[in-house]
């Protein structure tokens, strides 16, 4: 099979196309036929030696957490999977050597999940780390919901920074789908157009001197969740537009590794802050946003692509660097590496 590996960490020239043998899955696990593959920050990041640093866990490793496909064989001790199955794959890399930037990979079954009919293998590989993200972010208010269901979130206000984003917009989707009034901050009125497609009842331009106000006009009582992707910057925002007990879910260090927070307004409204990585969050948590999303799906409330709000950005499996770069660039949107024919 033709499979992306690297063997030191680095700029995305450190990765190459090579050919390595098909392995067999062992107990608990299954192979999967890899149609495409979702590239994330965290893919990047581990590659350029944030994650592993100067050494590497595994003498070689091939990336990318998240993917879609058709599983190919099925190790033993395996309920609900079979060959032939269509699924999306989420952390197929996490602490393993094997990602979905290659033609077959072996992955647990665990985060193997079956893909409802008619959604698109696109969507299957746009999942993963961002909506999964997305699900925990939701779920986190001390008052719930822990889950997401239809009306889960009725008559709660949420408030999603960077909604033109991959997790922004797995967010705006599953909040509307769970039933909440949804608001996004923007910095263009071209990234506005792209969270209202997602579904995103309001936005709002950061970079607006009013900003608070506005939100505060759309929200009187404050904003009960916000999934923040840049506290350092946003802090003082945040701060201001908080409904009592809101909770602030911080995913990501957009904007540096420090924020100042102002006490006084977090203390006035008993504000939570929730900072959550989806690697650590434990097998419950991840089994849930499994389930949840699926279920979203089959209701066809996570649709991808320009039209809604989440432009695709397509390379080939051999320029699987390209693909990195261009997260790494932040391209607007989901990249996507093209691995095989449906």
Not at 37 to 50: E, H, L
Not at 160 to 176: R, T
Not at 272 to 288: H, M, N, P, S
């Amino acid at each position: 099979m033709r499979s992306i590996v690297y063997t030191r960490t680095g700029d995305p020239s450190v990765l190459e196309l090579v050919e390595r043998p098909v392995a067999d899955p062992g107990a608990g696990e299954v192979r999967v036929r890899i149609v495409a593959s979702g590239v994330n920050p965290t893919d990047w990041k581990a590659r350029a030696g944030g994650t592993y640093g100067e050494g590497l866990p595994f003498p070689e490793i091939t990336p990318n957490q998240d993917g879609s496909g058709v599983v190919d064989a099925v190790g033993p001790d395996v309920d609900g999977l079979a060959v032939g199955d269509r699924v999306w794959l989420f952390m197929a890399a996490a602490s393993r050597p094997t990602g979905t930037a290659q033609e077959f990979t072996v992955v647990p079954a665990e985060r193997v999940v079956p893909l409802p009919d008619g959604v698109s293998f696109d969507v299957g590989a746009s999942l993963g780390v961002p909506a999964m993200t997305a699900h925990r972010a939701l779920t986190v208010h001390e008052d719930g919901p822990s889950r997401l269901a239809p009306g889960s979130l009725a008559g709660r206000t949420v408030l999603v920074a960077g909604g033109a984003g991959a997790v922004g917009h797995a967010a705006i989707q599953l909040a509307v789908w769970a039933g909440a009034t949804v608001i996004s901050t923007v910095s263009s009125d071209a990234k506005a157009a792209l969270a209202t497609s997602a579904g995103a009842h309001h936005t709002v331009n950061y970079r607006s001197d009013d900003a608070a106000a506005q939100i505060k006009e759309i929200a009187p009582d404050g904003v009960d969740i916000v999934v923040e992707v840049s506290i350092p910057q946003n802090a003082d925002l945040v701060a201001e537009v908080l409904a009592n007990h809101g909770v602030v879910s911080i995913y990501a260090n957009n904007g540096g590794d420090a924020a100042t927070l102002p006490i006084r307004p977090n203390m006035t409204v008993n504000a939570r802050y929730q900072f959550l990585l989806l690697y650590t969050i434990g097998d419950a948590a991840l089994q849930a946003a499994a389930e949840d999303v699926t279920a979203a799906l089959r209701d066809d409330a996570l649709p991808v692509g320009e039209e809604h709000g989440l432009p695709l950005t397509r390379f080939p499996l051999e320029d699987t660097a390209g693909a990195h770069a261009a997260v790494e660039a932040d391209t607007v949107g989901k990249v996507l590496v093209e691995v095989a024919a449906e």
